[in-house]
């Protein structure tokens, strides 16, 4: 009986799955979803908020300690990543504020999330967080879209994939394409671009993009 030297099976190409998530918090969701991360869920107030505002992954937010947090430059310095290489964050007025507080009175090796019952560090959050996307009457949301929303509404603001990429920590820029999707708001408006063009006005439009951006900086 004869034996096969190699697998013929090696040389037929896998098939793609298209399992790639297409989910993010939307603008009018967040009210909602922030008025329920209370009581129980209060530890989630000050969770989510950094969440969209930095692009931090669960784990990142989770193990953040109060030395990782520079109020003078602004920046959360996160360290031990996916990709194993550090990065910084500027932080936004709100999530500044929030650091602000929940760092005060606390040694720089405490954790800056903890349960307020054991003292400890949060260990995890996704009970709390189903729970308040339930009560707000929000389908298909789990925390890792959070991350996606920062990354979507910065590709909404119009800035381009090497920066979110940056802030993100992604290596691999195909990979930050995941989060940056073109939104209808994005094709009606490069549509009209091109009208513009022909017209002459483009000029005055990315005078206004610019000045739009320069403002979020």
């Known amino acids: 009986m004869k034996t096969c030297r190699f697998n013929p099976c090696l040389r037929v190409a896998k098939l793609r799955l298209d399992n790639q998530r297409y989910r993010y918090l939307l603008r009018e969701e ?13 530890h989630l107030a000050d969770l989510v908020p950094v969440a969209i505002g930095t692009g931090m992954r669960k784990n990142e937010q ?19 990543t996916k990709t194993r290489k550090n990065r910084e964050v500027p932080m936004n007025s709100e999530v500044r504020e929030l650091m602000h507080r929940l760092c005060r009175e606390k040694a720089g090796s405490d954790h800056v999330f903890v349960n307020t019952r054991t003292g400890g560090r949060l260990t995890d959050v996704k009970r709390g967080f189903r729970k308040a996307c339930e009560l707000a009457g929000i389908n298909g949301l789990v925390w890792h879209d959070l991350r996606a929303t920062f990354a979507t509404r910065l590709g909404e603001a119009g800035f381009d994939a090497f920066t979110i990429a940056s802030l993100l920590g992604h290596a ?29 006005h483009n000029l005055a439009t990315r005078i206004n993009v610019d000045t739009r951006n320069q403002a979020m900086a």
């Open 30 to 42: 967040e009210p909602t979803l922030r008025s329920f991360l209370t009581g129980q869920r209060s």
């Open 62 to 80: 989770l193990s953040l300690q109060v030395n990782q947090v520079d109020l003078i430059r602004n920046v959360i310095m996160i360290t031990g």
């Open 172 to 200: 691999n820029i195909r990979t930050t394409q995941r989060y940056v999707r073109a939104t209808e708001r994005n094709r009606r408006e490069a549509v009209q671009a091109a009208l513009l063009y022909l017209t002459g």
